[in-house]
């Protein structure tokens, strides 16, 4: 999985009913814009290094200089 | 089967600074039962909700203290490449409930018990399947005419 920064990541609920849980991509720590990312979950800002699994995936945005 | 094509969540790591109030908000944000701590591109310890159950609410601890102190090492791993039978193993040896992926020296992801026992019943269904299959739709050969 490949990310650049300000990318969302999209993860699955994992039961019937969970919701998707998102995070912005705030560095890229891996190699050739690979994981783990640096990332901020939701709305309270906490960050995390995230190490992406099945059941995520990548919202790419465009970036305007 | 390897290890890694087991890993169906992804994994969340924390560095060791940071404090026990922030991980609980990662864990609760990211949906996650379980956090690796990592200095660097190091695996250093893990926590689990279990963890800050017993090390944190039980004993009174406070939640701005930093995450290493209440996490749990050396972490018990397992290579990503290797053999699922490897992690069933290492799981019954320790008694673990969650296994660190690693590849090489880089954290991959948290193996749980939970996925192993899903990708059991889901394994025991296929091969019933085909059996349950046989007993209720018996296929009988026609009875062979007798011979006069």
């Not at chain 2, 890993?7 to 790591?13: A, T």
């Not at chain 2, 969650?98 to 990708?119: K, N, Q, W």
Request: with cysteine.
């Amino acid at each position: 999985m490949r990310a650049s920064v300000g990318d969302r990541i999209v993860i699955h609920g994992h039961r019937t009913g969970e919701p998707n849980r998102d995070c912005e991509v705030l560095e890229i720590r891996g190699p050739d814009g690979g994981p783990p990312f640096l990332v901020r979950w939701g709305d309270n800002g906490h960050e995390a290094l995230f190490f992406p699994g099945s059941d995520a995936f990548v919202e790419h945005y465009e970036h305007t200089k | 089967m390897r290890t890694v094509e087991m890993l169906h969540r992804s994994g969340v790591g924390v560095a060791p600074s940071r404090t026990i109030r922030e991980v609980a908000g990662v864990m609760e944000q990211a949906g996650i039962g379980s956090v690796a701590v990592v200095d660097g591109d190091r695996l250093i310890g893990i926590v689990t909700d279990r963890d800050l159950v017993r090390r944190v609410l039980a004993c009174g601890l406070r939640a701005d203290a930093r995450i290493d102190s209440v996490m749990t090492t050396p972490v018990i791993t397992v290579g990503a490449d290797e053999a699922l039978e490897a992690a069933f193993g290492l799981f019954a040896t320790h008694g673990l409930r969650r296994l660190a992926v690693m590849r090489g020296d880089s954290f991959v992801g948290m193996l749980t018990i939970d996925d192993l026992l899903v990708s059991v019943v889901q394994q025991l269904g296929s091969l019933a399947r085909p059996i349950t299959a046989e007993i209720l739709f018996a296929q009988r050969d026609p009875a062979v005419p007798a011979v006069v």
